[in-house]
C-alpha cells in the first residue's frame, strides 16, 4: 500500500514535469511560487471549518434548522464515543471544501491552462482549468469537484498574485469538518475561492473560501491559512493507520491485540448470523 502510493505520486510528477517541458507559451516568472507543501497553520481549530472559531457549535454555521439538528446529533454521538456524521473516518474522500483544510501536506503546480493541487492524503488531484473554458453542459461530478479559475495580477506589476477559482459538480457524501456540519442533498454547491501569498511572508498562503449551499441560510466565508515546509514530504497512507471498522451502520475498534471493540459504552455486538455458533470448551 505504501509503495503504491509513493508510486502513483511518482508518476504524477513525471508527467506534470514533461507537461512543463513541453508548454512553450508558459513564462514562470509570470506566475507566483506556490513551490513546497502546504500544511494548514496550528492552533485547536485548525481542523474545524472556521479556523478563526471553536469547534463544534462553536463554529456557528449558518445551517437551516434540519440540517442544524444533523449538526446537533453528530456532535452528540462523538461526544458517546461516535464518529458523527463523518465520513472521512473510514478512510473516504472529505470532498470539497473540506481537502482544502491542508491538515496533510498539499502541493501546487501551475502550469498555462492547468492549476493542480496534489493532495497527500489518497493522492487526490483538483485540476483548475485556467484557460478560459466554459462551464460544461454536464458536469462530470467527483468529490474534489470541477474547478475554473482566473490568474490575477492584484498589484498591477505584471506577475499574477492571486488565483479566484469556483468549484462546481461536487458530488457524494462529505461534510466541512470532522465535527458533521453536513451539506445539501442535492449536490448543487458552489464554492469560490480567492488564493493568494501574504504580502509580508512568502512562506504562508491565504485561501479565502466562500461556500454556497441550499442547507445555508447564507454563504459561508472563512479563510485558511496555510504555511510552506519546502522539504517536507511525508507520507500519508489512511488505510494503514486506520483501527475503525465499520459493520452495517456501526463502527467498531480493532483492540491493540486485533480484536473488535466497543466505540460506546453498552454498544451491541455486531450481527453474527452467518458464523457458526462458538463452540463452548467441555471440561
Sequence with gaps: MLYRSAMSMLALAGVLAMSVAGAKAFEDKSYPDWSGSWLAGGGAARGSFDPSKPKGLGQQAPLK?????????????????????????????????????????????????TTYIIFERLSQVRRIFTDGRAWPAQLPGTSVGYSIGQWIDSDGNGRYDTLEVETRGINGIHVYDSNGAPFHPDNSTVVRERIGLDKADPNIMHNEITTMDDALTRPWTVTRTYRRHSDAWSEYVCAATNQHVAIGHDDYLLSADGALMPVKKGQKPPDLRYFDEPQRSIR
Design 65 to 113: 434548522p434540519e440540517f442544524q439538528r444533523i449538526l446537533e446529533a453528530s456532535i452528540a454521538d462523538i461526544a458517546a464515543g461516535g464518529q458523527g456524521n463523518d465520513p472521512g473516518y473510514h478512510c473516504g474522500s472529505h470532498g470539497m471544501p473540506r481537502v482544502m483544510l491542508a491538515l496533510e501536506p498539499i502541493f501546487f503546480v501551475t502550469l498555462p491552462d
